[in-house]
T-cell receptor
Framework: EPEVTQTPSHQVTQMGQEVILRCVPISNHLYFYWYRQILGQKVEFLVSFYNNEISEKSEIFDDQFSVERPDGSNFTLKIRSTKLEDSAMYFCASSERALNTEAFFGQGTRLTVV | DAKTTQPNSMESNEEEPVHLPCNHS???????IHWYRQLPSQGPEYVIH???SNVNNRMASLAIAEDRKSSTLILHRATLRDAAVYYCILKDNQGGKLIFGQGTELSVKP
């Protein structure tokens, strides 16, 4: 069964450092998403991406965040200058289309900022 | 996005049916009702979705009230592996994002 793959599974970084989280969506999917989940809290939408551009973003997704699809298979989330409060599980998801369909989620990257 | 209300937690016995309720009284005519679940230490997983008619798939059934103000996710025979947080989400036709609430934490007793 096709799956969304995320690497690394766990990343520890120092406050102020840049971090890149990587995702390989399902190959025929056209819509890509990032979500995060702070420990003990609900899953929060960050950004959606379609046709090589951001289609929607939440208030959380400020200037320190960026997304890219550099090579047609990977989908990355960059956090430029990490803060302690960025510590969370980050989930990538993809779907064939935006509406009336299911989203497939990866297993997540646990980001710990120290 | 329209809001949903779910019980914080429910308990079930293994091999018994489970009915997980969701209220969405402010649902609009174009909102789809989606259910996802999140097993411990995993990413969310799609369960089922529907618009007006009841839906069945290999994982579960979705019963939608006639006025669409509520729905029920039915697991026909709960297994220990079904212990998870279940999210009822209304998804409009404005985009693909999912807005998660707190969900219902389902525990399954052997």
């Amino acid at each position: 069964e096709p799956e969304v793959t995320q690497t690394p599974s766990h990343q520890v970084t120092q406050m102020g450092q840049e971090v890149i989280l990587r995702c390989v969506p399902i190959s025929n999917h056209l819509y890509f998403y990032w979500y995060r989940q702070i420990l003990g809290q609900k899953v929060e939408f960050l950004v959606s991406f379609y046709n090589n551009e951001i289609s929607e973003k939440s208030e959380i997704f400020d200037d320190q965040f960026s997304v890219e699809r550099p090579d047609g298979s990977n989908f990355t989330l960059k956090i430029r200058s990490t803060k302690l409060e960025d510590s969370a599980m980050y989930f990538c998801a993809s779907s064939e289309r935006a509406l009336n369909t299911e989203a497939f989620f990866g297993q997540g990257t646990r980001l710990t900022v120290v | 996005d329209a809001k949903t209300t779910q019980p914080n937690s429910m308990e079930s016995n293994e091999e018994e049916p489970v009915h997980l309720p969701c209220n969405h009284s402010t649902i609009s005519g174009t909102d789809y009702i989606h259910w996802y679940r999140q097993l411990p230490s995993q990413g969310p997983e799609y369960v089922i979705h529907g618009l007006t008619s009841n839906v069945n798939n290999r994982m579960a059934s979705l019963a939608i009230a006639e006025d669409r103000k509520s729905s029920t996710l039915i697991l026909h025979r709960a297994t220990l592996r079904d212990a998870a947080v279940y999210y009822c989400i209304l998804k409009d036709n404005q985009g693909g994002k999912l807005i998660f609430g707190q969900g219902t934490e389902l525990s399954v007793k052997p």
